[in-house]
């Protein structure tokens, strides 16, 4: 199984108890997502101290204020490093608008075309602000693999499903009780475009939440995931490992 997105530097944990503990679980691979200069150099360190552990380097849309050209320097130094799969998690976010939108904007828009220079995948983050940043996408992202992290837009689903390079990543949230919508928009998704996550230490899985969430509790949204599909827990296991590294290219 794959955690396709986690914040291994923001758990209560110390990294190597989370990573034994998913490896005890069945967790093979481990995302590990920087969200701002700090994050991302400690992402990295994890992905050099642990062989499970990749990391996406991003400034997220709360941590974009002044986002200039030194900003995205730093970010294309870290982008290059052996063990970084992804760029983001970038994209937008009026919900909490910590950060002026304007200046989230051209942080997305600088992420999106590091993704481009680097061939690297795009992992979004998207609140309250879906019609901006899907069309920020369609207008800008053409050919480049894009994950939709945390999948939030059932009522869009068609119109993501339309772009064949767009991932689909579920968290724990599939798992709750009144996310019909979401686990209906779960059922549309080709298998090969199909990914979970925990987005630790965030959205604990339904049999664990209200704990702080890790790695090793993806199997959980995994195992919903493949009774709503109605398929072994197995078959879905081989799938999302396939996905996973069609998007990451490892």
Known sequence: MIDSHTHLDSCERPDAELVAAAEAA????IVTIGTSGASCRAALAAAEDFPQVYAA???HP????GFDDADLAELQALAAHERCVAIGETGLDYYRDHAPRADQRRAFEAQLELARETGKALVIHTRAAEDETLELLEDR????????????????????LAHEHWWFSFAGN???AKAHELRAAALRVPSERLLVETDSPYLAPQPVRGTANEPANVIHTARALALERRVPYGELEAQLERSAAAAFGW
Do not use: D, W
């Not at 053409?142 to 992290?149: A, C, D, R, S, T």
């Open 62 to 65: 709360g941590e974009a204020t």
């Open 26 to 29: 069945g967790v093979t691979r």
């Open 174 to 176: 599939l798992t709750y």
């Open 141 to 160: 992202a053409e050919g480049l693999k894009v994950i939709l992290h945390c999948f939030s837009m059932p009522a869009r689903i068609e119109q993501c």
């Open 57 to 59: 380097v991003g400034r």
